[in-house]
Nanobody, 115 residues
Framework: QVQLVESGGGLVQPGGSLRLSCAASRSTFSIFDMAWYRQAPGTQREFVAGISSSHSTNYSDSVKGRFTISRDNAQRTVYLQMNSLKPEDTAVYYC?????????WGQGTQVTVSS
C-alpha cells in the first residue's frame, strides 16, 4: 500500500499560479503512472493531468497549456504547476495512480481561485 499526501493548495487570484505536490510513502511509486484529479463542489472527480513512469504526459482539454505535471522519482513526488488560474479551477485536488487505486486517495489539497 502506498500513501499519498497532497500539499500546496491555497487561495489565489485569477491569473495567479500555484504548485501542488504529491508525496508518496514508498519507492515503488516510481513504477506507477500517476495523475492529478480534482473535484469541485457538486461535481464528480475528474482527471486533470497524467504522467507515465517514463515521464510522458497528457492533460485534460480544460487545463492544457496552463498546467504542467512532472515527477521526481528520487523524491517520490509528483508536481502540478498551475498557471493562469481561473475561478473554474477551484476544487480539491488529489493525486492517484493510473489506473486509480481506491485505497490510495489522500485528503487532497484545496485550491480556491477568487478575487
Amino acid at each position: 500500500q502506498v500513501q499519498l499526501v497532497e500539499s500546496g493548495g491555497g487561495l489565489v487570484q485569477p491569473g495567479g499560479s500555484l504548485r501542488l505536490s504529491c508525496a508518496a510513502s514508498r519507492s515503488t511509486f516510481s513504477i506507477f503512472d500517476m495523475a492529478w484529479y480534482r473535484q469541485a463542489p457538486g461535481t464528480q472527480r475528474e482527471f486533470v493531468a497524467g504522467i507515465s513512469s517514463s515521464h510522458s504526459t497528457n492533460y485534460s482539454d480544460s487545463v492544457k497549456g496552463r498546467f504542467t505535471i512532472s515527477r521526481d522519482n528520487a523524491q517520490r513526488t509528483v508536481y502540478l504547476q498551475m498557471n493562469s488560474l481561473k475561478p473554474e479551477d477551484t476544487a480539491v485536488y488529489y493525486c492517484n495512480k493510473i489506473p486509480i487505486a481506491s485505497g490510495y486517495w489522500g485528503q487532497g489539497t484545496q485550491v480556491t481561485v477568487s478575487s
